[in-house]
């Protein structure tokens, strides 16, 4: 091991290459996990990044809408080897994901309905309902720091669960709110989140507090705006060409559309904009029903990568259902739904850090958040409690009566999360072994 004092040598673009791979296929955890994991890694061991510059591009990442811990590695990699660092390291940190949960996705249309497959899913979709309100509990420990904040979360959760307001009206309204509250009351929409106040280091990293900038990660109108350009150009190409050759109101080209749309609403992660896919998915295009939407997050849940990948599932299961290329190609449409979803999804966050990276770099130290991200976070609070609620009312409630196993379930993941801190691939395989139990025993 090398001395404190000491800066670890450069990096090449192919050391960089294996360990985004392997991250790739060992980031369960969820978005808390997989930036802790990169921190222990990347900060502690092997001194890649320096601690307060890793703060600094997570304060970034937590700004933006999309994956934080994605675009956390697309931003590292985009600093460490340019361009095409930041391109290998995001893509090598959903690809995994995206795979397994394509295979996952067949094996749940194609095999669904044998006894091990059910009773898998039985168990573990109680503890998705545990583990989304952990999430609220999470978020809402950081965000809901005072009357304002709480008076907001509990607004959004009634607009959503009692009016049926569309999830990007909720998140404007907020932030309408918090540029007003932000103005006329500043102490109560004061800002969360990290923080670059941290003394801690770990030794001279490769790029340490002190290192010059980077010539391609110093700020440039131009530069700006040619990444924009070409990010935006490439999703509007894709979407074009989806267009032009199936029709502008054929399922792929809705699903680069309205992925594109939900990308854009990611503030808070992913549970946030599940009620969004939701009623996109289920309720205005019809790709999935309700116990589809529940049985995807149950399978996102046990693979590693982003949890947003769930629109994955969403355009697997899209595909095959609607049959897109004829019911002799079932398998090549949901391929082709889920590679369309994955694609519109993931690509602004690419375009995000490698157009404003350069402008982050060059107000290091100075990054603030915002009151209407502020207020955002709140909202998001009362959001993830509705989602709870709607996954509580499909798996708890079975023709009219209570799943009382199916409660227990969820009561004991909750104790396991809330109390003992369970991890959630432990808590996961605990309660599909429970299911399996109960499926074999009620059999």
């Known amino acids: ?73 697309v931003y590292i990699g985009w600093l460490m080897h340019r361009t095409r660092g930041g391109i290998i390291a995001g893509a090598l940190f959903v690809l995994p994901s995206l795979l397994l949960l394509m295979l996952l996705s067949w094996i749940y249309l194609a095999y669904g309905s044998l ?25 809402g420990t950081r965000s809901l720091r005072n009357p304002a904040m709480i008076a907001i979360a509990i607004a959004a959760f009634l607009a959503i669960a009692v009016v049926g307001l569309p999830f990007p009206a909720i998140v404007l309204a907020a932030a309408v709110i918090g540029l007003t509250g932000g103005r006329a009351w500043p102490h109560l929409f004061q800002v969360g989140g990290a923080t670059l106040d941290s003394k801690a280091s770990y030794g001279l990293a490769i790029i340490d507090d002190i290192t010059p900038t980077p010539a391609h990660a110093r700020f440039s109108p131009k530069h700006l705006l040619k990444v924009a350009l070409i990010g935006g150009g490439l ?28 990308a854009m609403l990611t503030f808070g992660g992913a549970y946030a904009v599940l009620p969004y896919v939701y009623q996109g998915g289920v309720e205005q295009y019809h790709w999935l029903t309700a116990t589809q939407m529940i ?18 599932f969403v355009g697997f299961v899209g595909g095959w259902t609607h049959a897109l290329f004829g019911t002799d190609s079932l398998l090549l449409a949901g391929v082709a739904g889920a590679a369309v979803a994955a694609f519109f999804t993931f690509l602004p966050s690419f375009i995000f850090i490698l157009a404003g990276g350069p402008l982050v770099e060059s107000t290091r130290g100075n990054v603030r958040m915002t009151a209407p991200l502020t207020a955002i976070s709140a909202a998001v609070v009362g959001v993830i409690v509705s989602l709870a609620l709607f996954f509580g009312q ?17 009561a ?27 499926s074999y025993w009620n059999g």
């Open 394 to 410: 499909h798996v708890f409630f079975v023709d009219g009566r209570i799943d009382w196993p199916a409660v227990a379930i969820s």
């Open 295 to 312: 049985d995807g997050l149950a399978l996102g849940e046990t693979t590693p990568g982003p949890l947003i990948m769930i629109v994955a």
């Open 412 to 438: 004991a993941a909750c104790i396991a999360l809330f109390r003992f801190k369970t991890g959630t691939i432990k808590l996961i395989a605990a309660c599909a072994l429970a299911g399996l139990m109960l």
């Open 1 to 73: 091991m090398l001395p404190r004092d000491t800066a670890p040598p450069p990096v090449t673009l192919s050391r960089a290459f294996w360990y985004w791979l392997k991250l790739g296929f060992i980031s369960f955890g969820g978005p808390a996990g997989q930036i802790a994991m990169m921190h222990t890694e990347l900060v502690e061991r092997r001194r890649w990044i320096s601690e307060q510059r890793f703060l600094h591009a997570l304060n970034y990442c937590m700004l933006l809408p999309g994956p934080e811990a994605t675009q956390l590695a």
């Open 115 to 139: 006894p091990v497959v059910a009773g898998t899913l039985y168990g573990i979709k109680p503890a998705v309902v545990a583990i989304v309100l952990a999430a609220a509990w999470r978020i």
């Open 235 to 262: 999703g509007a190409a894709v979407w074009l060409l989806l267009a032009s050759r199936y029709g502008a109101s054929h399922t792929l080209a809705q699903m680069g559309w309205f992925f594109t749309k939900a």
